[in-house]
């Protein structure tokens, strides 16, 4: 039996940063690596053909961030290809080649200050700290990697399960190749991966969905965070559907759409609500944040994909920036809805049925959900016998320590919402190296874990009842969390300009910018953080929805406080009209929308213009009406801008994708990704890529 410090189990993605954290300290590691990951066996399948949900800010370490800056990379928000991101992946295998061993990891034996772990190959180590990071297993990678698109496919109808970013992936293949799609869900929320800005809020008019949610609001304001983090699109998701299509339009995709309305999340928005109310009651403790365990696609949307990418659409197509616009396709008639919990599949017959609905199908994509890929792990219950360990993500701190488990870290098991898993990993990484490597802080969190872990749960979960996607998180409270328990994180006081209240307010907790100083500093990191913040002009497009839903919100308060009422009877009801006032502010400021191709910059500051005018002059006459009529103007103008085409939705906008221009673009896109496919078949044909034999 071998006996080491640290045993890194998966040695992949997630554990990189804990890898040259234990390397900067001098403590040693055996890597343990069964083979191929997902990623290899899409570079051998030649699947490596699509590009990232996640921006280059999200997608990266910070470390290779800041590299990338001073080699003058490019370096910008915008979204990575997988070939590139495999080839950053590729960089750390051959790094750390020499310190890994190839085999599988068949059992672990937990005990108080050691575990003994059983490798395939018959060795046995006694390590003093164990960290499992080896991924999660999911049905639909097989799709990803062996289903076979081609010209054959035209006519056929595939039933595809779930929907996720890889569902959407093969979506986007499969009906560009002529296919119909049955897609059986319960629901999920889709947004938008990049969208034109107002003029003067960002230096190339264009913004990573990533990047504008400004995380640290929700720590002083939460009520405003909700009301402007999803800018108006949730809130369609509460009201009832002619009320809803009255208010918006009848371009709203969830009303047009009700079956991508998932019914767990509306009774979670209620909830929230209601906390908004109980957060005004002294002593009363509720969450300060949006519920975890949202469940999201990002998707192309078709207009912006065709303003950014017609230029060149087949060298775009070749790297992998594919046209997977589900709100589209859907609305098109390619992708057809189904209630999962409501249709019955027939494997035999290969058919679909929910009520007097039946369908046929020729081939059938299952779906799962993320299951962690965890070795066998046993540790001593209260009995002293030897009990087998099963991940449940409520239960852990962070989703990383298990109470019943001693120096065991699980890295990679948490997932975000939106942005990218890096942004976790690397904070888990560092919080796993300061636990294993400064006994004080280990035992600072160890001895109350309990407490902390039910702490957390009631700060980031609405109901008590666990889900299947509790481990989907916001990323941002989440790295700010584990910034916060290691003492990195930057503090109000330490403002000293408005730039740095901006920074502070605004920019989205990425680990770099928990790396800007203390004892896990990377030189050049407060030197990032500052050209992303210029890149987006400090962030100011996020001080345009905040100012919006302020001056709607006030407006609304002011108008009840300037009623011809007696004041005792006016407090009453302006405490009354906080949710109202939420709700009005969080609909028109996601109804007065973004920029579309068409619009004037002219109309990109009224409708701060018209709201600020009401609280000043409202203040100098006194009278009601006229808030309540800078109001009713602002909402009126928004619909005018969008009759006339001149604004959209931020997500969804349902009337980009009807427009006659976004259709006639889809056939000429399709024509062009079935040559890029036929031409790559051909070159497949006649040459294979080599796959190292080291890889993460």
Known sequence: MQTIDNLIIGGGLSAIPLLKELDRTGDEYVIINEGKSVWAELEANDRLDFDLVSSLYTSYFSFELIDMMRNNDKLGDCYPTSAEYYGFLKKYAKIYAPKTIKTRVDKIENHDSFSIVQLSNGTQYKAKNVVVATAFKRKIHHSLKQFKFDENLKGKTIAITSIGDSGNLLIAKLVCFGAKVELLSNGFIALDKQFQTPKYLSKNLTATVDQFEFHNVAKYFPTMYEGTISLGYLLSFLLPRKLSSFLYGPNNFTQAYPLTIRKDLIKRLWKSLINIYLRWIPFVKTSKFPDNSNIAIKYWPIDFYKTTHLHDLENFIKKGFLLNDLPFYIDQGYVNLWDKSNTQINKETQELSSG???????????????????????????????????????????????PELNNIYLLGYTRPFTGGLNNITEMQSIFAHKMITQKDFYDS??????????????????????????????????????????????????????????KYFLSPNNPYYYRQKGEYAISGAAKLVDKIADEHYHFAGNLYIFALYLFVFYNIIFSILLLPISLIIKLPIALTAIIPAHLAATFINGNWGIPNARRNNLWDYTAH?????????????????????????????????????????????????????????????????LKVMKDKATNMDKTKNDVPEQVL
């Open 356 to 402: 007097d609905r039946q369908v046929k199908y020729d081939f059938i994509i299952e779906g799962d959900r993320e299951t962690p890929a965890l070795p066998e792990i046993l540790y001593k219950n209260d009995n002293g016998t030897l009990e087998q360990f099963h991940y449940d993500y409520r239960s852990t701190f962070m989703g990383m320590i298990a």
């Open 445 to 502: 969190i160890r001895t109350n874990i309990p407490k902390r872990i039910k702490k957390y749960n009631k700060q980031h979960y609405l109901s008590a009842d666990k889900k299947p996607s509790d481990h989907l998180v916001y990323y941002g409270f989440y790295t700010e969390e584990i910034g916060e328990l290691m003492g990195i994180q930057p503090k109000l006081r330490e403002v000293r300009s408005l730039k740095d209240l901006a």
């Open 609 to 673: 213009l018209i709201l600020l005018l009401g609280l000043i002059l409202g203040s100098i006459f006194g009278h009601f009406l006229i808030p309540l009529g800078a109001m009713i103007l602002t909402h009126s103008l928004a619909q005018y801008l969008r009759i006339k085409k001149k604004s959209r939705y931020v997500f969804n906008d349902m009337d980009s994708k009807r427009d006659p221009e976004a259709t006639a673009f889809f056939k000429k896109y399709q024509k062009i990704f």
